[in-house]
């Protein structure tokens, strides 16, 4: 039997056995309401699941912030719904105050809190390869690395992410349930204006129900797969080290600079303010999230820098 509860924050769907005795999972697309490609996963998965038998243990599917979806921006307010997850926002000053990010962050974190499995579709600004990012890493994440089609790996130990919103913390919804003691994964599908990779990202979270162990093995044969073949690619593990945050708003990358995931020299030209101030490169390292040149604000990240810390066998 499949059951859909109403006592769940609005856009957000469970499914169950009716039994209750597997994980709970959750997958979340538009956390960020422009990023697109975890938005039709999700309507796909939705579409798929009117009737089902396959489920184990307690699937819940939705939308992160239905607001930011419907403005097709990347928050309601200035805030960024993925960043308003920390104490201070969730626990403390009057609901009528805070903004429509932070009173969507206050309905979806008990539901977060109770993820054994959290999975969260993303996509980056400027085009980029996947990649996974996490607040922190813990060992049982090392188990589920391998349904992911990437070879990074992204870590912010140090809340570096944080730091263009002045924050100790990253609040990310990951975080939340990582320190929850359940498994908390954000997936960068991409560049959010291609959905090129949907049915590739369709695939991965199908992969990672059926590892995580919330459906059977029967339950891919409903979105028209029969075998769901792990990728076989090396992985490494970065670290974000610091934030460029920019000191205009208009900004031109250099050739190239508009794209993630690049090996970068200290020195090297990023681009050009509107001033004629160049952006340079302050230190060796892996050159990550460049915000895309309509979205730049004055104080806000321009960009991130990682470095690698290992590599995980395959």
């Known amino acids: 039997m499949i059951k859909q509860e109403n006592k769940l924050p609005s856009q957000i769907w469970k499914f169950t056995n009716g039994e209750n005795s597997g994980p709970n999972v959750l997958i979340l697309g538009g956390t960020h309401g422009d990023e697109i490609t975890g938005i039709e996963v999700i309507k796909t998965l939705l579409k798929g ?12 599917l939705g939308f992160g912030n239905p607001k930011a979806i ?15 997850f920390t104490k201070v926002d969730l626990l403390t000053g009057d609901l009528k105050e805070k903004t429509a990010d932070v009173k969507r962050a206050r309905e979806l974190a008990p539901l ?23 607040s922190k890493l813990k060992q049982g994440h090392k188990n589920l690395f391998g349904v992911f089609e990437t070879d990074c790996i992204l870590t ?12 100790l913390t990253g609040g990310t919804t990951d975080s939340i349930v990582n320190k929850a003691n359940g ?11 291609d959905l090129s990779n949907k049915e590739q990202i369709l695939k991965t979270v199908l992969k990672f129900l059926e590892e995580t ?27 974000l080290t610091h934030c460029v945050i ?23 030209l990023v681009g050009e303010y509107e001033s004629g101030k160049e952006e ?35």
Not at 114 to 132: E, G, N, Q, V
Not at 248 to 258: D, I, L, P, Q
């Open 183 to 193: 498994l908390g994964f954000c997936y960068e599908t991409g560049y959010e204006k």
């Open 280 to 314: 340079k490169i302050s230190s060796t390292g892996f050159y990550i999230f460049p915000k895309a040149e309509q979205k730049i604000k004055r104080g806000k990240s321009l960009y991130y820098q990682a470095k690698q810390k290992g590599a995980l066998g395959r």
């Open 213 to 239: 162990k919330v459906v059977d093995k029967e339950f891919k044969k409903l979105f028209g797969f029969s075998i769901l073949t792990l990728p076989h690619t090396k992985q490494n593990v970065y670290e």
């Open 156 to 167: 912010d130990p140090n809340n570096i992410i944080a730091k263009d919103l002045k924050q």
């Open 70 to 84: 419907l403005l097709k921006t990347r928050g309601v307010d200035d805030r960024d719904l993925n960043r308003c």
């Open 246 to 268: 920019s000191k205009e708003a208009v900004f031109k990358y250099a050739r190239g600079m508009n794209k993630g995931w690049q090996k970068v020299q200290q020195g090297q």
């Open 112 to 134: 977060l809190r109770k993820m054994d499995y959290f999975l969260d579709l993303h996509a980056t600004s400027s085009p980029s390869k996947p990649f996974i990012c996490l």
């Open 49 to 60: 699941l009117k009737v089902n038998k396959h489920i184990i243990g307690n699937l819940f």
